[in-house]
């Protein structure tokens, strides 16, 4: 029985997006890492080839994170106290980039300083060879405080800055323009919200193929739904044609799934949640291919076994079917 | 796929008898597309025209139960490709495989401990729906015995999965009078496997690695008058899974393709290949092997994908305790919106400080959502504040704001006059902070 296989031809695709600069393009990164240029929804290899897979980023932080899980902490061990040494490690553990969060305080409770935040970013840079992404510890004034002279003293990195949101992204993406980097433009969970933020951005001159965006979202259990939704909206209208959604997409299942009490707490709860280990991994494993499937371009992860998982997982849904 | 008026007045007599109560056909056919009459009250429509329609108002994808003892599992009747365009209906039966090549007591032991599984979320007992009994041994004995091993221990609704028509006989001999699935029919065995299950009052799955060989499959097998059938697409690797069960569901949905309009199945050999069955449409899914941290995880995840996107979950208002709060810790307002809810009891909680959390009834909106409606003011948190009792329970009457609504703290102070009301963060991210320094 011959079949006539319904395909979507879609107008419009998502723009193709560098993270990193080789040392030929002005950087001093050893790999790049792009992604983006999709013109199907995720993994049908039959309406469309996807020319570059998701990319795997692993979040480290510029001082010793006290409030991990004591599972990641005794993953990592002593590296988290030096994030050069913690970057490294992450590289080695399969990563295609890093993502630093600068901390408001160092580990004796005093600020951080813009100093200090760009001996880090350099340390790091200098320690591994992936690019880089630097986000602000989320308080507006310190995140411009903070991102400007670390743009500054990296100019050409194609570093990416963040987070760009509704209150707060002037400031960075006037850096970014100025010294040659990327910004991560985070909403929540909403496709207008999202769209109206990339419009503010791209208003102000910053070249698109230079926008990654974060519709955030929800770890299992705790709101997954919606920001799998939004994402698949969010790819839809992209394809359609609607420019101001055309940008990859960069989602955090291992922030919001290491914070859930299901992966931070391994004692007092119910014996139907199973061993505490192998449970927080499939939580943030299965958070992350689920947005994979959803259309996520990067996905920042926490645990070098959900790492491994995950990057298999990839593998087998770029392979493409041969179809009869 | 549905006909429209037109289409159904062409199927009709056309002369306007109003035997049907209508004063034309076109005014009946319109109200026939519209679902809002029978198509019986037509005393003259043709038997041909009758099979027509019956025909176009079946679903796109038909729904399959499997039965045991009154327990029931369903899949199929699905409407959309993607959840926000309506929602999906029948969440994936999660199975669990044995198979027949370990003793029985083995096999009873591993179903008694998936069979006393429940993990409660969000007030839902989440449970595992069956088990896939899988002959490795080729033996029609050892496959009944291994069934019968199971139903020792469960009465859950059983696939049974064996290509060999002798081995399936016998496994479903041993759960006569129930609707198992048989696992299945291809192109060799097709014939015995279509007469066993029909014989037996089974579902029939029907394997295939393209859509031509399984369309020719469940034609043949329907012209012998079977129609409870599953799909199970067996390609390899998750691409090709993603693929096939993508274009399966494109066909029966938006072509009406009725060969392939039939609920698919999955083997789960790892997080990705489960995790994408229940994004992807299967509509049963079998899980290699059971344990506690995997399950858990998979119930939820179904439990979110097939969340209807119109109807947000709530959670039931109420005064809620964390970390063991005693008489003197604060009192933290919010609203019932689920995702609001889990926001701030996972910070409060992850912040390790024993707080009371005053969930009031918004009508299932987030904080500031359900303040522009005005279903999150003063009145409805003074009488929540009343309702749940709240001024016994605690000996420091001190009420925590969220900080979107910092404007009602005033109102609240004056219907309120023995409380004070404090201006918490606007984001739950923060209340830690807050909590340590400010509490």
């Known amino acids: 029985m011959p079949i006539e296989i319904p395909v979507e031809k879609w107008p419009g695709a998502v723009r193709t997006v560098t993270l990193g600069a080789l040392k030929e393009d002005g950087g001093t990164r050893s790999r790049t890492a792009t992604i983006g240029g999709e013109k199907a929804m995720p993994y049908l290899h039959f309406e469309s080839d996807m020319p570059n897979r998701p990319a795997i980023a692993i979040e480290i932080r510029d001082r010793y994170p006290d409030d991990w899980s004591p599972l990641l902490q005794e993953t990592w061990k002593e590296v988290m106290d030096d994030p050069a040494k913690w970057a490294k490690a992450a590289e080695d553990a399969g990563a295609d980039c890093i993502v630093m969060y600068l901390s408001l305080t160092d580990r004796e409770g005093k600020p951080n300083t813009p100093e200090a935040a760009v001996a ?50 002037r400031t960075i993406v006037a850096t970014a323009m100025a010294n040659g980097h990327l910004v991560s433009a985070r909403t929540p969970m909403d496709v207008n919200l999202a769209k109206q933020l990339n419009i503010l951005i791209t208003d102000m001159g910053l070249p698109p193929d230079r926008i990654l965006m974060d519709p955030t979202t929800g770890a299992l259990g705790y709101g997954i739904e919606y920001g799998y939704s939004a994402m698949e909206r969010l790819r839809l209208a992209a394809l359609q044609g609607d420019s101001m959604t055309q940008f990859p997409m960069i989602v955090n299942p291992g922030f919001e799934t290491w914070k859930t009490k299901e992966s931070k707490v391994g004692e007092g709860v119910p014996a139907s949640w199973g061993d505490w280990l192998q449970r927080a991994i499939n939580w943030e494993t299965m958070t992350t291919i689920t947005l994979l499937e959803s259309g996520a371009d990067i996905v920042v992860l926490r645990h070098p076994e959900s790492v491994k998982q995950v990057k298999d997982a990839i593998v087998e849904l770029m392979a493409v079917h041969q179809t009869a | 796929m549905a006909l429209s008026g037109i289409q159904i007045y062409k199927l009709l007599p056309q002369t306007n008898c109003k035997e049907c109560g209508f004063p034309t056909c076109l005014a009946f056919a319109m109200k026939l597309a519209a679902k809002q009459v029978e198509l019986s009250s037509c005393p003259y429509v043709s038997e041909e025209s009758k099979a027509q329609l019956a025909e176009s108002a079946a679903p796109p994808i038909r729904l399959v139960a499997l039965k045991s003892n009154g327990f029931e599992v369903k899949a199929g009747n699905e409407v959309v490709l993607y959840r926000h365009e309506k929602t999906f209906y029948n969440k994936p039966g999660i199975f669990v495989k044995v198979k027949d090549d370990r003793p029985a007591g083995e096999i009873t032991a591993e179903v008694t401990q998936a069979e006393a599984f429940v993990a409660n979320y969000v007030g839902i007992n989440l449970t595992i729906d069956g088990f896939a009994v899988e002959s490795a041994t ?85 012209a012998k008058g079977l129609e409870d059938l599953v799909i199970y697409p067996a390609g390899r690797g998750l691409s090709s899974q993603l693929v096939l069960n993508t274009q399966i569901r494109r066909l029966a949905i938006k072509k009406n393709f009725r060969p392939l309009g039939y609920p698919t199945m999955a083997f789960a050999s790892s997080l990705a290949s489960v995790s994408q069955a229940i994004a992807k449409y299967a509509g049963f899914i079998v899980l290699e092997q059971f344990a506690p941290e995997l399950a858990y995880p998979v119930l939820v995840l179904r439990q979110n994908i097939y969340t209807d996107p119109q109807k947000p979950i709530q959670v039931q208002p109420g005064l809620y305790e964390i970390n063991n709060p005693k008489p003197e ?31 009031t009834d918004a009508e299932g909106m987030s904080v500031l959502t359900a303040w522009a409606a005005g279903k999150f003011d003063s009145e409805r948190i003074a009488r929540a504040v009343k309702t749940f009792n709240v001024a016994d329970k605690v000996s420091r009457h001190r009420l925590v704001l969220p900080g979107h609504v910092a404007v009602l703290s005033g109102e609240l102070e004056g219907e309120l006059p023995e409380w004070e009301i404090r201006v918490g963060p606007r984001e739950a991210v923060d209340i830690p902070k807050f909590m340590k320094q400010a509490l």
Request: with cysteine.
């Open chain 2, 138 to 222: 080729g033996q029609p004995g050892k496959f009944a015995d291994a069934v019968g091993a199971v139903r020792a221990a469960s009465q859950r609704p059983l696939i049974l999965a064996s290509q060999n028509p002798d081995v399936m006989a016998a496994g479903l001999r041993a759960v006569d009078g129930e609707t198992p699935l048989a696992l299945g029919a291809d192109s060799s065995n097709w014939e015995a496997m279509a007469d066993l299950a029909k014989q037996h009052k089974a579902a029939l799955a029907v394997i295939g690695d393209s859509l031509e060989g399984i369309s020719d499959l469940t034609e043949k097998i329907k």
């Open chain 1, 120 to 169: 880090t970013v350099k340390s790091v840079l200098s320690a591994m060879g992936l690019p880089l992404m630097v986000f602000g510890p989320g308080q507006a004034e310190t995140d411009n405080a903070l991102l400007v002279p670390v743009a500054e003293a990296t100019k050409g990195e194609r570093l990416v800055l963040g987070l760009c949101e509704d209150k707060n992204y």
């Open chain 2, 329 to 359: 810790d604060p009192v933290l307002v919010t609203t019932n919106f689920s995702i609001t809810y889990f926001s701030v009891a996972n910070e409060v909680e992850g912040s390790g400080l024993p707080a009371w959390l005053l969930v």
